[in-house]
């Protein structure tokens, strides 16, 4: 099993590795604040940043945008107290679900990897998670 766990990884580190090369050959828009020029991105990671570190990863920024998931101070919180609860029983990788929809935290980094709404729930298969938390 721990073979099969480290291939996945080497495969899954590769495959970041590409798409980040791929991406730094790409020059994405930049979706910023209005009232500060600030990036969306930033702000995110910033207000995060006040939850126990809780981070966004790109692809789940771009995911909270597109789907119009509102990230409050309340939710912020709400998922950190999620993440740490899933931390103490050993968790590597989460879904937190509550009423804005679902998050995946990679737990030891502190990173939300991806998200979705409600309704997008119901269509799909949560994959490579070992703990489910409901807030």
């Given at each position: 099993?721990?073979?099969?766990?480290s291939r996945i990884?080497?495969?899954?580190?590769?495959?970041?590795?590409?798409?980040?090369?791929?991406?730094?050959?790409?020059?994405?828009?930049?979706?910023?604040?209005?009232?500060?020029?600030?990036?969306?991105?930033?702000?995110?990671?910033?207000?995060?940043?006040?939850?126990?570190?809780?981070?966004?990863?790109?692809?789940?920024?771009?995911?909270?945008?597109?789907?119009?998931?509102?990230?409050?101070?309340?939710?912020?919180?709400?998922?950190?107290?999620?993440?740490?609860?899933?931390?103490?029983?050993?968790?590597?990788?989460?879904?937190?679900?509550?009423?804005?929809?679902?998050?995946?935290?990679?737990?030891?980094?502190?990173?939300?990897?991806?998200?979705?709404?409600?309704?997008?729930?119901?269509?799909?298969?949560?994959?490579?998670?070992?703990?489910?938390?409901?807030?």
């Open positions: 099993m721990v073979n099969k766990m990884n080497q495969f899954t580190n590769v495959g970041a590795l590409q798409l980040q090369h791929a991406s730094a050959q790409l020059q994405p828009k930049t979706v910023t604040n209005a009232k500060s020029n600030i990036p969306f991105a930033d702000l995110l990671n910033q207000k995060a940043g006040n939850s126990q570190s809780l981070k966004f990863s790109k692809h789940a920024t771009q995911r909270v945008q597109e789907r119009g998931i509102e990230v409050t101070e309340g939710l912020l919180s709400d998922l950190s107290q999620a993440v740490q609860k899933a931390r103490e029983k050993g968790a590597k990788d989460v879904v937190v679900i509550g009423q804005n929809g679902a998050f995946i935290v990679n737990v030891p980094s502190n990173v939300v990897i991806t998200t979705m709404t409600g309704t997008e729930m119901k269509e799909n298969i949560f994959t490579n998670i070992d703990s489910a938390v409901l807030i």
